[in-house]
């Protein structure tokens, strides 16, 4: 199965601050990456999908990059609404793999 | 308006076997372009993937899980169905159901119902 590492675990950040999360993954699964945000309580919701196309409806804010093994979910101006866990998801082959999750608190 | 929901026991006992339920509207299991996953998350940690189920009925089932799942669909019920045979507390989590759409988004999750909690305890 394809492992899928997220860094950091935990990201503490203030309102307007640029955010990276990057994804590892253990083999080259091309673009065949999804974003997703989760809120306490809530399903899991599609941000990013194939490594850097916007989902409909998701801000402008929200962007990603990367292929192959590495790839990043960038915040550009971090808003309220914006705190939460973000899981990437791997796609290029079943065993579909998630990562461990990323929180990001405020600061 | 696409929607999933989930629905089966909220109390399961150890050994048992586990019978959940995904009711789909707003689009047909028969879609070649759609599949749909059954995913869960233990309290306070990670997504946890499953099992999957094609429009074709191919299915696929997680690795380390797989001598305990059966995923199975009823097109005109517009229902997806996982069983989990020997429940274990380790197992207590809220299992979701997602829709994957190749065209839309080349296999990832755009819809998700709203999870169902089951709790593994005698």
């Known amino acids: 199965d394809i492992q899928m590492t997220q860094s950091p675990s935990t990201l503490s950040a203030s309102v307007g601050d640029r955010v990276t999360i990057t994804c590892r993954a253990s083999?080259?699964?091309?673009?065949?990456l999804a974003w997703y945000q989760q809120k306490p309580g809530k399903a899991p919701k599609l941000l990013i999908y194939?490594?850097?196309s916007l989902e409909s409806g998701v801000p402008s804010r929200f962007s990603g990059s990367g292929s192959g093994t590495e790839f990043t979910l960038t915040i550009s101006s971090l808003q309220p609404d914006d705190f939460a866990t973000y899981y990437c998801?791997?796609?290029?082959?079943?065993?579909?793999?998630f990562g461990g999750g990323t929180k990001v608190e405020i600061k | 308006q696409v929607t999933l929901k989930e629905s089966g026991p909220v109390l399961v006992k150890p050994t048992e076997t586990l019978t959940l339920t995904c009711t789909v509207s707003g689009f047909s299991l028969s879609n070649a372009r759609m599949g749909v996953s059954w995913i869960r998350q233990p309290p306070g940690k990670a997504l946890e993937w499953l099992a999957h189920?094609?429009?074709?009925?191919?299915?696929s089932y997680s690795t380390s899980l797989k001598s305990r799942l059966t995923i199975s669909k009823d097109t005109s019920k517009s229902q997806v169905v996982l069983t989990m045979t020997n429940m274990d507390p380790v197992d207590t989590a809220t299992y979701y159901c997602?829709?994957?759409?190749?065209?839309?988004?080349?296999?990832?999750?755009?819809?998700w119902g709203q999870g169902t909690l089951v709790t593994v305890s005698s």
């Open positions: 997602a829709r994957t759409s190749t065209e839309e988004t080349g296999g990832a999750y755009d819809y």
């Open positions: 189920i094609f429009s074709n009925d191919e299915k």
């Open positions: 194939k490594a850097s």
């Open positions: 083999q080259s699964i091309s673009s065949w």
């Open positions: 998801q791997q796609y290029n082959s079943y065993s579909l793999t």
